[in-house]
């Protein structure tokens, strides 16, 4: 079945940089897009950008942008997605979604990454 | 930037029907996406493209959109239901095209 398990948790300081992973399995990496979601403790989904695992492209949010990157590794069915200058208000579970044209069909298990001095 | 507009909350008695709508400018010319999450678990997909349901969702899950209001119809509600619903669309009428979430709806079954 199609599936995707992210990294574990993390605990990172301000200012230093997180990397997530999500390992796809079930199904042909490359030929779906993988969306990345974020979700503070009580609030609501916010999206953060997608990737095309298949060339590499990527599109972010604007809020996000000169902050996060999306690489993948095909060769080991593996979408990362890295935040740099972490303050605390990126304290969130971190979501990787497999793109289903504009939907996103199948969600990985969420990574808690946990910014604080 | 656009922007989906959801009740916080709806509430409703097992057995009935509950409707959780999701607002935007002429968000019928969209397709509209909806999310169930219970509490710790991933969002995962009940309704895409308007109308139509992945294999495993219920028929209890259907989904309608027109003008500028999409609608979530959960029918005989059960209390396995009881979650946060999301709507979501791709929005690319700007140079900048994304994707974009509702506040969320927390459905609750009395």
């Known amino acids: 079945q199609v599936q995707l398990v992210q990294s574990g948790a993390e605990v990172k300081k301000p200012g230093a940089s997180v990397k997530v992973s999500c390992k796809a399995s079930?199904?042909?990496?490359?030929?779906?897009?993988i969306n990345w979601v974020r979700q503070a403790t009580g609030q609501g989904l916010e999206w953060m950008g997608w990737?095309?695992?298949?060339?590499?492209?990527?599109g972010y949010a604007q809020k996000f942008q000169g902050r996060v990157t999306m690489t993948r590794n095909t060769s080991i069915s593996t979408a990362y997605m890295e935040l740099s200058s972490l303050r605390s208000e990126d304290t969130a579970v971190y979501y990787c979604?497999?793109?289903?044209?504009?939907?996103?069909?199948?969600w990985g298990q969420g990574t808690l990454v946990t910014v604080s001095s | 930037s656009y922007v989906l507009t959801q009740p916080p909350s709806v509430s409703v008695a097992p057995g009935q029907t509950a409707r959780i709508t999701c607002g935007g400018n002429?968000?019928?010319?969209?397709?509209v996406h909806w999310y169930q999450q219970k509490p710790g678990q991933a969002p995962v997909l009940v309704v895409y493209?308007?109308?139509d349901r992945p294999s495993g969702i219920p028929e209890r899950f259907s989904g309608s959109n027109s003008g500028n209001t999409a609608t979530l119809t959960i029918s005989r509600v059960e209390a396995g239901d009881e979650a946060d619903y999301y709507c979501?669309?791709?929005?690319?009428?700007?140079?900048?095209?994304?994707?974009?979430f509702g506040g969320g709806t927390k459905l609750t079954v009395l």
């Open positions: 979604a497999r793109g289903q044209d504009t939907a996103m069909g199948t």
């Open positions: 079930g199904y042909t990496f490359t030929s779906y897009d």
């Open positions: 990737m095309n695992p298949n060339s590499g492209n990527t």
């Open positions: 002429n968000i019928g010319s969209k397709s």
């Open positions: 493209d308007d109308s």
């Open positions: 979501q669309v791709w929005d690319s009428s700007s140079d900048h095209p994304h994707v974009v």
